[in-house]
């Protein structure tokens, strides 16, 4: 199996510049402006799952406003099942406080999301309600759209060069392990994008790490 690592990001560069472009007016396919939303957001967790970003993209924060839930524990089903609906009448917009999440949470919650509303009471670039299914009693999440953009951008701009698999000595759990830079003291190696996937499963299969490699020109 090949990964398509460097395809996939083209597709995300594409998907980036379209959301740059997003403009909600009355008569907005709301399909079409949430499309390289979610695409997006795909593509990341494909990429953070194949080991093309490092592990210090994935585990980078950024902000957003987490606004609780005025529900009362009551879950959101017939609501965003019947079409539209009207946030306010569901999370206290008034009582959002800024919050962290990591890059590959917050595109957990848009892939895995029970509701999308847009806000586009300013001129663009506009910005996003978003609330997963695990978090509808909780809270949802508003995002801007340049904040998105910006974690699109770190993406995009991310250069994995050294890949290692460390082990738990207690429980035998194998983790993979991507940098920019050679860490010390670690057994790297390098290996072609298409190769990739190979040497991950030779390596779980040995239960241990490949050998050295120079990293590609």
């Known amino acids: 199996m090949e990964f398509h690592d460097q395809q996939w990001k083209r597709k995300l560069e594409r998907f980036a510049k379209e959301i740059a472009a997003i403009s ?89 999301c029970d509701g999308f509303v847009w806000d586009w009471s300013s001129p663009p670039p506009h910005a996003f309600l978003v609330f997963s299914y695990r978090h509808t009693l909780k809270r949802a999440l508003y995002v801007t759209i340049d904040t998105f953009l910006k974690v699109l951008t770190s993406v995009l701009n991310d250069r994995p060069r050294h890949w290692w698999i460390s082990k738990d000595l207690k429980t035998g759990k194998l983790t993979r392990h991507v940098a920019a830079k050679r860490p010390a003291g670690k057994v790297v190696v390098v290996p072609p994008d298409s190769e990739i996937s190979a040497v991950f499963s030779k390596w779980i299969k040995d239960g241990k790490p490949g050998a050295n490699s120079d990293p590609p020109p």
């Open 24 to 112: 909600i007016e009355d008569d907005t396919d709301f399909f079409d402006a949430e499309r390289p939303i979610f695409y997006s957001a795909f593509v990341v967790r494909k990429l953070i799952e194949d080991a093309a970003v490092t592990d210090a993209l994935k585990g980078r924060s950024v902000d957003v406003i987490a606004c609780p839930s005025s529900r009362g524990g009551r879950e959101i089903f017939i609501e965003v099942a019947a079409g539209p609906m009207a946030a306010e009448e569901n999370f206290d917009l008034t009582a959002g406080k800024k919050t962290r999440i990591s890059i590959e949470d917050l595109t957990s919650e848009i892939i895995h």
